[in-house]
């Protein structure tokens, strides 16, 4: 079975500042990692997402996120945040041999001005 | 190119009623997937379809139906709704060639039971 954990359900933090939304994971095999970004009564938007190669995977909007296989975590980065960040982040995994994604349960990210 | 494209965006029935979300993509893409979201749960996946022609169960598929009579269509029922099934389901589709591939969300469709 495939899990995510989020453990913040919300994160706040000054416009300017660097932000870290958490993430880890657990699956058979190797995993392939997404995130995922929702903006009030939107649908999920991709960010970006981690498959295999460089631990660094960088996405949309400045984003990027780092892969730690030893702390089985994937957080979402960005060295500058934005009030327009302002929304609801969900990390997913998909285990090898497996088309089906499992979500954490979502992360509220407010930046502040 | 309009990508996942769900109808209708909102519904509410009464407890007992039916009804069917239809959900498009044009992207050509064999498999389609859908979700309910609930607060504080996250995105929990009902049911999925690896190509036309076919279905299987996700993790809380009880109380739906699918079917997937054209590769571009994936159709989501409620024979007999119950207000536990108030939610927001949101349908997704992704090409199928490879592990690891993006899903690529709908809009949403937001379904109040009373």
């Known amino acids: 079975a495939q899990s995510v954990a989020q453990p913040e359900d919300q994160v706040n933090v000054a416009e300017g500042n660097p932000l870290t939304v958490k993430c880890t994971y657990s699956v058979s095999g190797n995993p392939y990692l997404f995130w995922y970004v929702q903006y009030p009564n939107r649908g999920l938007q991709f960010l970006l997402k981690y498959i295999t190669g460089d631990n660094l995977v960088k996405g949309s909007y400045g984003f990027e996120a780092e892969f730690n296989k030893s702390q089985t975590s994937f957080h979402l980065k960005k060295p500058s945040a934005l009030v327009s960040d302002s929304a609801l982040y969900f990390c997913?995994?998909?285990?090898?041999?497996?088309?089906?994604?499992?979500f954490g349960k979502g992360t509220k990210l407010s930046v502040i001005p | 190119n309009a990508g996942v494209t769900q109808t209708p965006k909102f519904r509410v029935l009464k407890t007992g009623q039916s009804m069917t979300l239809l959900c498009a993509q044009d992207m050509n893409h064999e498999y389609m997937y859908w979700y309910r979201q609930d607060p504080g749960m996250g995105l929990r996946l009902i049911h999925y379809?690896?190509?036309?022609?076919?279905?299987a169960k996700g993790e809380v598929p009880d109380g739906y139906n699918v079917s997937r009579l054209k590769k571009q269509n994936f159709l989501l029922g409620l024979e007999s709704a119950a207000p536990s099934q108030t939610s927001v389901y949101f349908c997704?589709?992704?090409?199928?060639?490879?592990?690891?591939?993006?899903?690529?969300f709908g809009p949403g469709t937001r379904l109040t039971v009373l």
């Open positions: 997704a589709s992704s090409s199928g060639r490879h592990e690891g591939d993006t899903q690529y």
């Open positions: 379809s690896v190509g036309e022609g076919t279905t």
């Open positions: 997913a995994v998909c285990g090898a041999g497996s088309y089906q994604l499992t």
